[in-house]
């Protein structure tokens, strides 16, 4: 997979020479370039904002760069285009149904915004050349796009056939589909088996694959009904067995069905 990430900030990126994604651009199976925008201006300061339009606070990015940036970084490809994400607070959400999806695509280029955004016109004219994403990673607010784009990136590119040590684990990962439906992962243990007065649950040393796989049902459920009473809610009936379902309801009886969160 070939990605292009144009931003401010290219220094911002340096965790991508690290581990999985460090290793997996090493190996070719990865191709991420980095552009600076202001590579795209051409006034003495580099200017990459303006006033916006209309009043209000704070800055926005001028359409001119992004517009030269866009036609530069998609050029060198004939007739292939690459998918244009565009990370924003007021995008559709990205979760791991979206990574499964951006995984399976041959080329990613990365819009980072600063300020109060990009002028809207960028969107709409990159969506004449390319499909165009705004995904929003969090119902929270960044200071800009750089950040989003790391999540993104390591979220899709630990997909890869290749990346991943171990081609099992992304599959069982939570909210996987085929995962344990959509509960969150239970707790995990390693060795020693004691440590500084706590044991690894039993069961988990017991060898009965059965038991071992119900227990960790249990501690997911347990923990899904605690932290995520969304997801909980979510889960169809017909997918709950009736040792689920005491699960669940002694769950509710240690919180109460509302304060579960905190
Ligand atoms: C500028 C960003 C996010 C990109 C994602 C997420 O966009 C803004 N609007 C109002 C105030 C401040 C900003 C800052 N900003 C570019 C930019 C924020 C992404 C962003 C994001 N994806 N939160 N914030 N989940």
């Known amino acids: 997979m070939r990605i292009d990430i144009i931003t401010i900030f290219p220094d911002y990126f340096a965790p991508l020479d690290l581990s999985l994604i460090g290793k997996a651009r ?6 991420i370039r980095m552009h600076d925008l202001r590579s795209w201006t051409h006034d003495r300061h580099n200017t990459v904002d303006d006033t916006p339009y209309g009043g209000g606070p704070g800055m926005v990015m001028k359409p001119e760069p992004w517009g030269e940036a866009l036609d530069a970084v998609t050029a060198d490809a004939g ?63 960044l200071a800009g796009g750089e950040s989003a784009t790391l999540v ?4 899709v590119a630990r997909l890869l056939p290749g990346v991943l040590g171990n081609a099992e684990s992304a599959a069982q990962d939570s909210f996987a589909p085929g995962a344990m439906e959509n509960l969150v992962e239970g707790p995990v243990y390693t060795k ?19 038991a071992v796989e119900r227990w960790r049902r249990d501690e997911a459920l347990r923990k899904t009904a605690r ?36």
Not at 110 to 134: H, K, L, T
Not at 231 to 252: F, K, S, W, Y
């Open 79 to 141: 007739p292939n285009v690459p998918r244009l994400i565009l990370p924003t607070p007021s995008g559709v959400p990205f979760t791991q149904e979206r990574a499964d999806r951006l995984s399976a695509e041959p080329w990613l280029v990365f819009a980072c915004g600063r300020y109060e955004g990009i002028d809207s016109r960028v969107a709409a004219y990159a969506a004449q050349q390319m499909p165009v994403e705004e995904l929003s990673i969090g119902d929270y607010v």
């Open 26 to 31: 090493a190996s070719g199976l990865l191709d």
């Open 152 to 155: 993104i990136v390591e979220a």
């Open 227 to 262: 932290n995520r009473p969304e997801l909980m809610a979510a889960i169809p009936a017909d997918h709950l067995d009736r040792r689920d379902q005491e699960v669940i309801r002694e769950a509710r009886l240690q919180t109460g069905p509302e304060s579960m969160a905190d």
């Open 192 to 210: 020693p088996v004691l440590w500084r007065g706590q044991e690894v649950p039993s069961v988990l040393l017991s060898g009965n694959h059965g």
